[in-house]
């Protein structure tokens, strides 16, 4: 009678001992999923990636998280890393639309593992600051969705953080984040216009592409109420600071600061200048010899005075680049006046002094305030870099 007897693929038949022999501990560390195997393709993947191969490193990483889910889970926290590697190869192809679909899954991603409110607003803060750059890449289809991801993702998170009973001052990062889209909203110039990245307040009378789906109708109610929206966020977090025990004068003064802007933005100045002062009382009255209420208001300041209108991406390759040395005024109701050219490079671009003449006309500074009064500022001057 003979006797059948098995081999591991790829090893020869020998006798009774070949089980452990070389080659079937081998043939176990190498197959297909096992965690030496993974990480022989990461490693292979972030090779290529470092060399600037970034087609052959996608396909990489793409085969280690499909290794690390068969292995691991569909959704692990080590998969968060792997994604980020694969969004740095997908921006550096300009394959944004793909990029845009991995940030979705990173976020949700994020979010599933986050521990608590920091981490929650860490990835919110990192999805809407994506979302914002792609509304400002002017794609030209739908950008006001953009815009509602921005909006949406925060408004969760703060729906989550009331449901748990969080401290309020957990809001407060998330309703300043919402004032960015606020104020991305008040410029929005339709589907078929460019965006604006500079504005001296209000809607405006931009054309608005038809359409009748739900999201259009939102955003459609959102540019409706887009002074009001902006006002109820900033006194939402006013009201937060102020119920706190122990008060954060410096926070509370900056919320104050924050909706003077936001009125001095939509044109209505003596709320503007309202909330300025008392920003300035708050500082003055607050006992503390070391506190100036002067420091608030160092000099005119551009609105708004946040990074909503930048991407903190190289410009536009197709514009010119241009620099300027310039002075004027700023009046007490924060306009510009007086404007004169120090340097200007390249000096015999009219199309450089004739941007950057509209852009700061367009501008709408915080103003001056001495003693706590609002005046005019002069002789500020101010170094831009820019491109028209």
Same mark, same amino acid.
């Given at each position: 009678m003979r006797r059948l007897r098995t081999a591991l693929p790829g090893c020869l038949l020998l006798p009774m001992l070949a089980a452990a022999s070389p080659c079937a501990t081998a043939d176990r560390v190498l197959s297909a999923y096992d965690p030496v195997r993974v990480e022989a393709v990461l490693a292979e993947a972030e090779a290529r990636q470092a060399a600037g191969r970034h087609r052959? @490193?996608?396909?990489?990483?793409?085969?280690?998280?499909?290794?690390?889910?068969?292995? #691991?889970?569909?959704?692990?926290?080590?998969?968060?890393? /792997?994604?980020?590697r694969v969004l740095e190869s997908q921006l550096a192809l300009g394959l944004r639309q793909a990029a845009d679909a991995t940030h979705d899954n990173l976020y949700r991603l994020r979010l599933h593992h986050a521990a608590g409110p920091a981490e929650r607003l860490a990835a919110a803060t990192a999805y809407s600051d994506w979302k914002r750059e792609r509304y400002l890449d002017a794609g030209g289809t739908a950008g006001y969705r953009s815009l509602l991801a921005?909006?949406? $993702?925060? &408004?969760?998170?703060?729906?989550?953080? %009331?449901? &748990?009973?969080?401290?309020?001052? @957990?809001?407060?990062?998330?309703?300043?984040? %919402?004032?960015?889209?606020?104020?991305?909203?008040? !410029?929005? =110039?339709? #589907?078929?216009?460019?965006?604006?990245? $500079?504005?001296?307040?209000?809607?405006?009378?931009?054309?608005?592409?038809?359409? !009748?789906?739900?999201? =259009?109708?939102?955003?459609?109610? /959102?540019?409706?109420?887009?002074?009001?929206?902006?006002?109820?966020?900033?006194?939402?977090?006013?009201? $937060?600071?102020?119920?706190?025990? &122990?008060?954060? !004068?410096? =926070?509370?003064? @900056?919320?104050?600061?924050?909706?003077?802007? +936001?009125?001095? +933005?939509?044109h209505k100045r003596g709320r503007a200048l309202a909330n300025y002062r008392e920003a300035w009382v708050l500082y003055e009255g607050d006992g503390d010899p070391a506190t100036d209420p002067a420091a608030l208001f160092p000099g005119p300041r551009e609105l708004p005075d946040a990074d909503a209108f930048s991407t903190g991406r190289a410009p536009d390759p197709y514009q010119q680049p241009a620099r300027a040395l310039v002075r004027f005024e700023v009046s007490r109701l924060g306009e510009v006046r007086g404007i004169e050219f120090l340097e200007l490079e390249p000096d015999d671009a009219p199309g450089a002094r004739s941007a950057l003449y509209q852009l700061l006309k367009n501008y709408r500074f915080r103003p001056l305030l001495r003693d706590g009064e609002v005046v005019a500022a002069s002789n500020v001057v101010r170094r831009y870099r820019y491109h028209y």
């Open positions: 052959e @490193a996608l396909r990489g990483y793409r085969r280690a998280i499909h290794l690390k889910r068969i292995n #691991e889970g569909l959704d692990t926290p080590a998969q968060v890393r /792997l994604l980020q921005m909006i949406d $993702v925060h &408004e969760d998170a703060l729906a989550a953080l %009331r449901a &748990e009973g969080e401290d309020g001052l @957990a809001e407060v990062p998330h309703l300043y984040h %919402r004032l960015e889209a606020e104020y991305l909203v008040s !410029t929005y =110039a339709g #589907e078929n216009s460019p965006v604006t990245h $500079v504005h001296s307040g209000g809607v405006g009378l931009a054309d608005y592409q038809s359409a !009748t789906d739900l999201d =259009a109708d939102r955003f459609r109610r /959102l540019r409706k109420h887009n002074f009001r929206n902006g006002r109820q966020i900033l006194e939402r977090i006013i009201a $937060v600071l102020e119920a706190q025990r &122990e008060q954060d !004068t410096e =926070a509370l003064a @900056a919320a104050k600061i924050a909706l003077g802007d +936001w009125y001095l +933005w939509w």
